[in-house]
């Protein structure tokens, strides 16, 4: 059997192209390496290379010995496979070759935060004034402890938070000329930001868990506008309950409501983010649909909570006053709202042909009928697999068009929403038993001779070797 010589290590804007025969001795001559795993049609993939190009630049003029690289996994797939890659972009950073995941953001700065904090102190040492300003200037956000001893309890606290965040620069000092700068007597942190009020002093016991929500609260502006560059620390951050925002800069609602959203949200830091998205963006549009808006309900408001299954709460009236936005808010805070699931209108015609037409509002009625067995097919419009699936369900909703006992439907998941039943892939398909309403989901072949099988008790809901792919996905909340 034929072995590859190593091939040489190439860069493209100064990141260093891997292949399965030259990554072994990018492992072995670099001690840390950020590997990206891409797909060239993938858009994520294209947003984040100019990123990464700076993030490379700005590593090679720190003089760093990090190094960023790349592998087209759609070349590479043994390598890929080998890395456990599933989606695209993944990154791993390596280390001595030993990876683990890059969880951090995907803007340069971020990203070169990120390195930083993984392979160097958690907090940097600041001597002086001169440092300490130089510090602060250095980023948007930063973090200073002050501490007359570094070995004392709530310093150690301190590093073990900055060890942990990887976002944000950390300094510490234990000089007496830079307490006095900053306005302190005694040890404490200090936030330092270039926006909103300028910095943000800790109060309260000095522990890892209390400066990561002191960080979370403060490290973002009072108001966030949604774009690429934001997106992963909205989604990806502490903070999970998000009053959306929907606004025209065109329409001038940014100048009329913005300072009314500030002045709302600073009684709910580190509990509920605010967050602007300009409806003007195409890329936009996509959110508005999402939640089930049309651009004449603009500006508009949702508030969503981001766990297992994303919660969505809808005011009665768009009144995007202070005093408004302060209660609506604090009745969700409260308990007091109800969320709000979306649904089509049921048309008079909905059970005119051979596959029924179901909406949220009739879903309940028609699927938890006890004298019938229902099937139902979870499907999204713009879904590959269910426009597959399509003609064979209509053939099997005319074989059972005229059954006493069973029914054919189907619903538009992206448009309609059920509080017992969250849909995570499309199509996805569940049989409603008559009698006992139990619910079976079916996952066998999607031909009409299965389906059939199925509905007439003569086979299981079995898993079939049928392949999904992308097309077939739910897109990820980050997504939106």
């Not at 072994?24 to 984040?48: R, T």
């Not at 830079?178 to 040890?187: I, K, N, T, V």
């Not at 699927?367 to 699936?389: I, M, R, S, T």
């Not at 569940?430 to 059939?452: I, M, P, Q």
């Amino acid at each position: 059997m034929a072995v590859l010589a190593d091939e040489d290590i190439t860069k493209d804007e100064g990141v260093l192209v891997l292949t399965k025969s030259n990554f072994k001795k990018a492992m072995e001559e670099n001690e840390f390496i950020l590997v990206e795993f891409y797909a060239p049609w993938c858009g994520h993939c294209k947003a984040l290379a100019p990123e990464y190009v700076k993030a490379a630049a700005k590593l090679t003029e720190q003089e760093s010995a990090i190094k960023l690289a790349k592998v087209d996994a759609t070349e590479e797939t043994e390598l890929a496979e080998e890395h456990g890659v599933r989606g695209y972009p993944t990154l791993k950073f390596f280390r001595s070759g030993k990876p683990i995941e890059y969880n951090g953001g995907r803007h340069a700065d971020d990203i070169v935060n990120w390195l930083l904090k993984k392979t160097g102190p958690p907090a940097k040492t600041l001597e002086s004034v001169e440092d300490a300003k130089a510090f602060i200037a250095e980023k948007p956000v930063v973090i200073i402890g002050f501490f007359k001893d570094q070995e004392s309890t709530p310093a150690k606290e301190f590093l073990s938070a900055a060890s942990a965040t990887d976002d944000f620069p950390f300094g510490i000092t234990s000089e007496t000329k830079l307490f006095s700068e900053y306005g302190l007597e005694g040890d404490g942190v200090i936030l330092f930001k270039d926006f909103d009020e300028g910095k943000n002093v800790f109060e309260g016991e000095v522990t890892e868990a209390e400066l990561t929500k002191f960080v979370a609260a403060n490290s973002l502006p009072l108001v966030v506008d949604f774009n690429h560059e934001t997106a992963s620390k909205i989604f990806g951050g502490e903070i999970k309950s998000h009053l959306l925002v929907f606004l025209s800069k065109e329409a001038g609602h940014y100048d009329t409501h913005l300072e009314a959203c500030k002045g709302a949200a600073k009684g709910f830091k580190g509990q509920v983010l605010f967050v602007t998205i300009n409806t003007d963006e195409e890329d936009h549009s996509r959110i508005l649909e999402f939640f089930g808006m049309k651009k004449e309900e603009v500006p508009g408001l949702r508030i969503i909570k981001l766990e297992e299954d994303m919660a969505k709460y809808k005011p009665e009236t768009y009144d995007l006053s202070e005093s408004a936005l302060v209660s609506f808010v604090q009745s969700y805070l409260d308990g007091k709202l109800k969320q709000h699931l979306l649904s089509q209108e049921l048309t008079d015609d909905w059970d005119k042909e051979p596959v029924k037409v179901l909406v949220a509002s009739n879903f309940d009625e028609v699927a938890f009928n006890k004298e019938k067995d229902v099937l139902v097919e979870f499907y999204a419009p713009w879904c590959g697999h269910c426009k597959q699936l399509a003609p064979i369900y209509d053939q099997l909703g005319e074989r059972y068009k005229d059954h006493e006992t069973i029914v054919i439907g189907k619903m538009d998941a992206t448009a309609n929403e059920l509080e017992h039943t969250k849909i995570q892939s499309f199509p996805t398909l569940k049989l409603y038993k008559k009698e006992t309403n139990e619910v079976v989901d079916y996952s066998g072949a999607r031909t009409l001779e299965a389906l059939t099988d199925f509905l007439e008790g003569k086979s299981a809901a079995e898993e079939d070797d049928e392949e999904v792919d992308e097309e077939g996905d739910v897109p990820a909340k980050d997504e939106l």
